[in-house]
């Protein structure tokens, strides 16, 4: 069993690593209990702090519960996970009991692993004063596997424990029977190794081993400040850097001018870059390299963020440490060029930023803002007009600007559908003029307007001026009467066949809506009746011709004028000649 006080231990250890002794985990207790607690049967399983009273300055102290059990002190996490450096160092810690009876059963240290535990017995109980302990970390110092009476651990077992640290327990009871109470100050575990990227946090939260540089406009940055601190009295094996989820591609790569001839560099500008011990680096020289090491971006208009830039250490203990830099990668933003661009009505949403030009910063605004809001432009809804895309940087970062004037070509207009008096002219003309260079209508001609006579529906198919934009419109036109239309009646007709005057038809320039012609004899009989204005009356009647002389007739039809239907009435004779 090796067992040092705190002088003898000193003693020990070379007079170079005394100052690194101020990196290990410890707690002091002159704030407060630290994260500490009690487990087993203590009365208060959050100990009782004190501010006066330690060894020196503040303690904390825990009750037994007498209940049967042993209650021991429970380190906070800052104690545990990887301390696999801490081999070969010392735990160290005050105690005080107020009794004991040196129950040697138990074990006064406990170490664990998951499953696996390293257990320690310490040759003096602590007594009502404050009593010192230092345990050396090592295998053949008298630690044993699981209890008191184990074996005791190989090399690799008590590395293996260190490294992935899940429990430290520090006996606090030490009366088997009956009520006592304990108190706990001043515990160190000497790890000698420590990392952090920004050693006096200037930049970065308080306790943090991160590192946040200033905002970079463009350029490159470094990715550890100057006060960085590497410390390990373990042999360093490698420290990799790498850039995680790289916006911009292969433009973003991490560089190293120069470095110590004891280490081996590569991926220098690459996403990763590792440096290597070649057998006798230390690690002043892996801080050295790290205090030059760049991360750089060579996209003219890189993307406007924080990047991320991992940073890990490697000793024979595997991953020992990490911590990132938090790089605000801000470079002058890039607006495009000044353009002008005409969009067509009926297209679809437009994102106005890709007629600025490629390479853009996605992250400006307009001004004014579009009314769609963001950086759509609809064509049928929002006015056309100058917009500016701004693009602004933080920390005084180069802004820049563009403007794009936006023009929208719209539809021909041929107005209403329109009626117009029968035996008249219309013009159709496409409006705006001067907006559109060609023009198709659908009669044939291609010209800006064309004159009409007819009803119909007149379509015409333009293109504009600017943006090749092509649309159709269309007009129905329909005609009216605009006046009285006179119906003729002859009133002598010969039907002998000989291709002249042989049948009896009233006419009329004017469309008949409804037509009906009856036919009479002298003595009231009908002789013929018709309701299409296309048949005349032949002078027969049933087959046989009517011999000469008078005839009465009467004539009923619906005809159009202003567009209202008007029903009329008219008869007379008319004189069959043969």
Known sequence: MILFNKTTCLAFLPALLLPALFYAQQSRFDAGDEGWRAIGDPVNPIPTWFATGGNPGGWVRSIDASTGGTWQWSAPAQFLGNKCTAYGNFLRFDLTASASNNNPTRPDVTLISGNLQLVFNTPDDPGATWTHYDVLLRENAGWRVGSLNGQAPSQAQFRTVLSNLTGLRIRGEYLSSGDDEGGLDNVILENIFTFDLDANDSTTPAGSVDFLPDTLCGGESPVADTDALLLSETRIDSLVMEILNPLDGIAESLHLPAWPPTL???GIGAHRLTLHNTGAATAVDFQAALLLIRYRNTLPNATRAVRIVDCRVYTFCGETARARAFVPYFPAGFAGSDQ??????????????????????TDGRWSPPLPSGGNIFLPDRDAPGDYTYLVESPAGCTGDSALLRVRVAYPPKLGPDTTICRDSILTITVQPPGAYSAWHWSTGPNRPDIEVADAGVYVVTVTANAGNCVFTDSVRVDLITCSECPVYVPNVFSPNDDGRNDRFQPSSSCLFLQYRLTV?????NQVFHTENPETGWDGRFRGRELPPGVFVWVL???????????LRKLWGNVTVVR
Not at 556 to 566: D, H, K, Q, S, T
């Open 264 to 266: 081996a560099v590569t």
């Open 340 to 361: 002008a661009v005409t969009l067509c009505s009926g297209d679809a949403p437009q994102d106005l930023r890709v007629f600025l030009g490629s390479g853009i910063s």
């Open 520 to 524: 009479f004899d002298r003595w009231g």
């Open 556 to 566: 009923e039809y619906e005809a159009e004028l202003f567009g209202m239907r008007e």
